[in-house]
């Protein structure tokens, strides 16, 4: 069993920043794991963010976040981190992080956090 948890969230004015942690562990060599970052809003499907590979080498983004956004991720403590900037009302959803992959089909992802909510105010 894998657990992922998301914390970090909140409320922050437009154009303010917020970052994201996504803890792993459990039955997980987490850093052997790319992973990914989606979010969802109210009445909208799950929508990918971005992803980085198992070693941080390589980064991808939805080009909604493109130059706001950042993943990096800290293998020592199985933690993948989403950077947050120049937050604009429409970032507003519960954030998730997910594994293993790349990918920004949601479906091709087993495991799954909790999420935390991103709320941007106008």
């Known amino acids: 069993q894998v657990q992922l948890v998301e914390s970090g969230g909140g409320l922050v004015q437009a154009g303010g920043s917020l970052r994201l942690s996504c803890a792993a562990s459990g039955r997980i060599v987490s850093n052997t794991y790319a992973m990914g970052w989606f979010r969802q809003a109210p009445g909208k499907e799950r929508e990918f963010v971005g992803s980085?590979?198992?070693?941080?080498?390589?980064?991808f983004y939805a080009d909604s976040v493109k130059g706001r956004f950042t993943i990096s991720r800290d293998n020592a403590k199985n933690t993948v981190y989403l950077e947050m900037n120049s937050l604009k009302p429409e970032d507003t959803a519960v954030y998730y992080c997910?594994?293993?992959?790349?990918?920004?089909?949601?479906?091709?992802?087993?495991?799954w956090g909790q999420g935390t909510q991103v709320t941007v105010s106008s």
């Open positions: 980085i590979s198992w070693n941080g080498g390589s980064t």
């Open positions: 997910a594994a293993p992959g790349l990918d920004a089909d949601y479906r091709r992802y087993r495991y």
